[in-house]
């Protein structure tokens, strides 16, 4: 299995354009997260989908945030507009909800600066 | 609600020299806790786990970590570190089957 892909990898933007973060969760799972990395905050949850349906939003920090899951193998994250403050590594992980909580396996995450 | 406090943000130690990265949480009901790893342009990997039964627990690697309930600790440690083992490490609990949370994470630096 490819594991979980995440694209673009980085992605470097100005204030106000629009970003979209994708991921490919592995094949089978059917929990996806994403997470915000910081170096003031760490890794923080923004929001998970079970079955493709969002479970829990609380983390995601304002309506600019938006997050879609269409189908089991595809979720996008989106934030509109884009500001210097959102730059940060945004990981999506997936599992599968019968198995293990810890068993949850990340993508490489996507460096994001906002300028 | 849970939490997990990681004390130390940075962590340098020599190679072969022994090491502990603290962890401590904070939660009103049982919990799962966890150690992953992350090395550099990666995302994180399991690296071990108390579930149940034993306190302590071990890695492939040479790491481990002891659960303390009354100190709400979960430290890790490793007697001889590696060049290779530099990298982040994050502690996370999770209360039965809620998600993962994460301490901010400590950086080891393993120095020739």
């Known amino acids: 299995d490819a594991g979980v892909i995440q694209s673009p990898r980085h992605e470097v933007t100005e204030m106000g354009q629009e970003v979209t973060l994708r991921c490919k969760p592995i094949?089978?799972?059917?929990?996806l997260f994403w997470y915000r990395q910081t170096m003031m905050r760490g890794l923080e949850l923004l929001i998970y989908?079970?079955?493709?349906?969002?479970?829990?939003d609380s983390g995601m920090p304002e309506d600019r945030f938006s997050a879609k899951m269409p189908n089991a193998s595809f979720s996008t994250l989106k934030i509109q507009p884009s500001e210097p403050r959102d730059s940060a590594v945004y990981f999506c992980?997936?599992?599968?909800?019968?198995?293990?909580?810890?068993?949850?396996?990340f993508g490489s995450g996507t460096q994001l600066s906002v300028l | 609600a849970q939490s997990v406090t990681q004390l130390d943000s940075q962590v340098p130690v020599f190679e072969e020299a022994p090491v502990e990265l603290r962890c401590n949480y904070s939660s009103s009901v049982s919990v799962y806790l966890f150690w992953y790893v992350q090395y550099p342009n990666q995302g994180l990997q399991l690296l071990l786990k108390?579930?149940?039964?034993?306190?302590l627990v071990e890695s492939i690697n040479g790491f481990e970590a002891e659960f303390n309930k009354s100190q709400t600790s979960f430290h890790l440690r490793k007697p001889s570190v590696h060049i290779s083992d530099t990298a982040e490490y994050f502690c996370a609990v999770s209360e039965r089957n809620t998600p993962l949370v994460f301490g901010k994470g400590t950086r080891l630096s393993v120095i020739a």
């Open positions: 992980a997936s599992r599968d909800t019968g198995a293990g909580v810890e068993k949850l396996f």
């Open positions: 989908f079970n079955n493709n349906v969002p479970i829990d």
């Open positions: 108390y579930l149940s039964g034993s306190t």
């Open positions: 094949s089978g799972h059917n929990s």
